[in-house]
């Protein structure tokens, strides 16, 4: 497993975590391999509205019908798994308190990797997400072959509960990541657990390292046919306690 090769102690910070954690993150920009936003996109770290702790990073992004580009502001976490691993995956968020709902999806996470060198249509995939659909949670596992893109395919679990805007809500996410009929993938928000499949796959079948992503990714404005709809222009989701390793209590935000 990845994290078998992983240092057994990471400290972030003056703290350091226990061997079965193998990242977190209270909110804070250091301690990302990377943070990223596009165009009027930002990512700031925040003291007045936070789950646990002193700071939080709050996302943001801003429609701009002169942009063809896409809708980012999320920070990385390199090699976060690879085929043949299974990691709990977790943390909270918080959309804002005016969050108008509509037809649009926007992505809250995502396990993506880099693939130009196989000549793909797009440079990077991701495979699985957890998003807001409407009003609804909703999250996915991408399999098959990356080359062609038809050859992929998606399975999704949708319509999973109602988010409520103005409130922290925390999502741990358990998977065992394999490209055949032996993987599984489980979800659970505020505690509850939401789903629960076996016998799946839920990974490409390329075995290359993919990074975790927390942020906001407008994913509509970009990929919907008629691009940008509703009436809010500016969105923005906070995060905090963002955790990964190989037991639950590792990614749930309560429990470090």
């Given at each position: 497993m990845l994290?078998?090769?992983?240092?057994?102690?990471?400290?972030?910070?003056?703290?350091?975590v226990q061997a079965t954690q193998t990242f977190r993150n209270t909110g804070t920009l250091s301690g990302w391999d990377k943070t990223y936003t596009e165009n009027k996109g930002t990512v700031q770290e925040v003291t007045n509205v936070v789950y646990k702790g002193s700071t939080a990073l709050k996302?943001?992004?801003?429609?701009?019908?002169?942009?063809?580009?896409?809708?980012?502001?999320?920070?990385?976490?390199?090699?976060?798994?690879?085929?043949?691993?299974?990691?709990?995956?977790?943390?909270?968020?918080?959309?804002?308190?005016?969050?108008?709902?509509?037809?649009?999806?926007?992505?809250l996470a995502q396990f993506i990797a880099d693939f130009k060198d196989l000549g793909c249509s797009e440079n990077s995939m991701p495979s699985s997400m957890v998003f807001i659909d409407g009003n609804q949670l909703g999250t996915r596992v991408k399999y098959g072959?990356?080359?062609?893109?038809?050859?992929?395919?998606?399975?999704?679990?949708?319509?999973?509960?109602?988010?409520t805007p103005g409130v922290w809500h925390k999502i741990?996410?358990?998977?065992?990541?394999q490209s055949d009929s032996t993987g599984y993938y489980k979800i659970w928000y505020d505690g509850e657990k939401l789903a629960e499949t076996?016998?799946?796959?839920?990974?490409?079948?390329?075995?290359?390292?993919?990074?975790?992503r927390v942020g906001l990714?407008?994913?509509?404005?970009?990929?919907?046919?008629?691009?940008?709809?509703?009436?809010?222009?500016?969105?923005?989701?906070?995060?905090?306690?963002?955790?990964?390793?190989?037991?639950?209590?590792?990614?749930?935000?309560?429990?470090?």
């Amino acid at each position: 497993m990845l994290f078998a090769k992983l240092s057994p102690l990471i400290a972030f910070g003056a703290s350091a975590v226990q061997a079965t954690q193998t990242f977190r993150n209270t909110g804070t920009l250091s301690g990302w391999d990377k943070t990223y936003t596009e165009n009027k996109g930002t990512v700031q770290e925040v003291t007045n509205v936070v789950y646990k702790g002193s700071t939080a990073l709050k996302m943001t992004q801003v429609w701009d019908p002169n942009w063809s580009g896409r809708f980012h502001s999320e920070v990385f976490k390199y090699n976060a798994y690879k085929k043949g691993d299974m990691g709990f995956y977790g943390f909270a968020f918080r959309l804002q308190e005016n969050w108008e709902f509509n037809s649009q999806s926007y992505n809250l996470a995502q396990f993506i990797a880099d693939f130009k060198d196989l000549g793909c249509s797009e440079n990077s995939m991701p495979s699985s997400m957890v998003f807001i659909d409407g009003n609804q949670l909703g999250t996915r596992v991408k399999y098959g072959d990356v080359c062609p893109t038809s050859s992929q395919k998606t399975r999704f679990f949708r319509g999973l509960k109602t988010v409520t805007p103005g409130v922290w809500h925390k999502i741990v996410i358990q998977a065992s990541w394999q490209s055949d009929s032996t993987g599984y993938y489980k979800i659970w928000y505020d505690g509850e657990k939401l789903a629960e499949t076996y016998n799946i796959p839920t990974t490409v079948s390329d075995g290359r390292p993919f990074q975790f992503r927390v942020g906001l990714y407008a994913n509509g404005w970009h990929d919907d046919e008629e691009g940008y709809t509703g009436n809010q222009p500016t969105r923005q989701v906070w995060f905090d306690q963002i955790g990964i390793g190989s037991e639950f209590k590792d990614a749930d935000p309560d429990q470090w």
